[in-house]
């Protein structure tokens, strides 16, 4: 069985190193990991985007499930990029896990990168656009995604010190994963 892993790890100074990693953690658990830079990409091509899009794509479709790295990323958020991944694999009704080494609420998060103040029981972000308070840890979409398509996002009790390398909720979500699938290999 194979597992799509997805997140912003693709951007780390070690990338490579750390994709290698949860394939191995992914092998230990029975199943083959597919990270995004498996795939060869001229980066200097007129339309290397489009082949990284396609490429990632491909192993999607050739995935049975998704691992999604969803510490947020440039932001209070997730990258929107796994975001997109996440909810194509759950449309095409794979099995979606996710994990956050942030284990702050949303709000919390945008709290650090604007004021935010309560207006008519809304709390209303410095740009004077609501921001979403359901006391999640990320958008509702995002959250629910994972809480109907496969599990509920894991997340340490504490922020780990190295929030980009440390694994611990991965391979949690690799348990799971072995879990929900092999019953459905001995079928």
């Not at 489009?50 to 958020?77: C, K, V, Y």
Request: aromatic share 8%.
């Amino acid at each position: 069985m194979k597992i799509y892993l997805a997140g912003p790890d693709v951007f780390l100074p070690d990338a490579l190193l750390i994709g290698r990693r949860k394939a191995e953690l992914c092998a230990d658990h029975g199943f083959t990991g597919l990270f995004p830079l498996d795939n060869a990409v001229a980066l200097a091509a007129h339309d290397a985007s489009l082949q990284i899009f396609r490429g990632n794509e491909a192993m999607m479709n050739d995935a049975d499930a998704i691992i999604a790295n969803l510490t947020p990323f440039r932001g209070p958020s997730a990258d929107a990029g796994t975001v997109y991944e996440l909810g194509y694999m759950a449309g095409r009704g794979k099995l979606v896990l996710g994990y956050s080494n942030d284990p702050a609420n949303y709000v919390a998060r945008v709290k650090q990168f604007e004021t935010v103040e309560s207006r008519n029981g809304l709390l209303i972000g410095a740009d004077g656009l609501a921001v979403e308070d359901f006391g999640l840890a990320d958008n509702l979409m995002l959250i629910h995604c994972l809480d109907l398509h496969g599990a509920p996002l894991v997340t340490p009790r504490r922020r780990p010190a190295d929030l980009w390398h440390d694994l611990d909720s991965f391979t949690a979500c690799l348990q799971i994963a072995a879990e929900r699938l092999r019953p459905q290999q001995a079928r």
